[in-house]
C-alpha cells in the first residue's frame, strides 16, 4: 500500500480515531484484498514507529497535573494513543508535527484517544478472512521501540 493509498483511508476518519470510525474504516478495509490490509497495518506501524521520539513522549498531558500543579507525564500507553490520535488526524498533522513539537502537544490531552486505531488492521483481516490475524509488521509501534527517537535510551 501506497502512502497516499494509507493516508486517503485515514481521511476517512475525519480527524478522529473515535470507535465508530475505526469501525467504518475497518469494515471497508475488510472488503479489499488481504494484502492492502497487511500495506495499512505496515504504514500504520511506521508512522506510529516515527512518531517515537523523545521530543514527543517527554511532553506532558495536556490537561493533567499533580496535587501540585505540576505537569503530569505521558505513559507509555498514553503516549502510543497520543500518536494514534496524531495519525488519526491526517498526514498534514502527522507531517506538521516533524517540524514544530508544538503542534503534537494538543494531542496529548485526554480528549483525544487514538487506541481504536490500533485494531482496525486486526478488525479487518479477521472481517475479510474470519480468522484472527497474529501479526507482526516490519516496525515495531511500542513505546521506545525507535532507538533513534530516544538516542539517551541506547545502551
Same mark, same amino acid.
Given at each position: ?9 485515514? @481521511?476517512? +476518519? ?8 475505526? /469501525?467504518?474504516?475497518?469494515?471497508? #478495509?475488510?472488503? $479489499? ?28 498531558? @495536556?490537561? +493533567? ?8 507525564? /505521558?505513559?507509555?500507553?498514553?503516549? #502510543?494513543?497520543? $500518536? ?72
Amino acid at each position: 500500500m501506497t502512502w497516499v493509498e494509507f493516508w486517503a483511508l485515514i @481521511a476517512t +476518519l475525519n480527524g478522529e480515531a473515535t470507535q465508530a470510525s475505526c /469501525q467504518r474504516l475497518a469494515k471497508e #478495509l475488510g472488503q $479489499r484484498p488481504v494484502h492492502d490490509i497487511i500495506g495499512f497495518a505496515e504504514r500504520h506501524a511506521e508512522a506510529l514507529y516515527r512518531l517515537d521520539q523523545d521530543k514527543f513522549g517527554s511532553l506532558p498531558v @495536556a490537561d +493533567l497535573s499533580d496535587r501540585d500543579g505540576h505537569p503530569f507525564p /505521558q505513559s507509555a500507553d498514553q503516549f #502510543l494513543y497520543t $500518536r494514534c490520535a496524531v495519525v488519526a488526524a491526517g498526514q498534514a498533522v502527522w507531517e506538521d508535527v516533524f517540524f514544530d513539537v508544538d503542534r503534537f502537544a494538543p494531542y496529548t490531552s485526554t480528549k483525544y484517544n487514538g487506541e481504536w486505531l490500533l485494531y482496525v488492521p486486526d478488525q479487518a483481516y479477521e472481517l475479510a478472512t474470519g480468522e484472527e490475524w497474529d501479526r507482526a509488521t516490519r516496525y515495531c509501534f511500542e513505546t521506545f521501540s525507535n532507538r533513534d527517537g530516544w538516542p539517551h535510551l541506547r545502551s
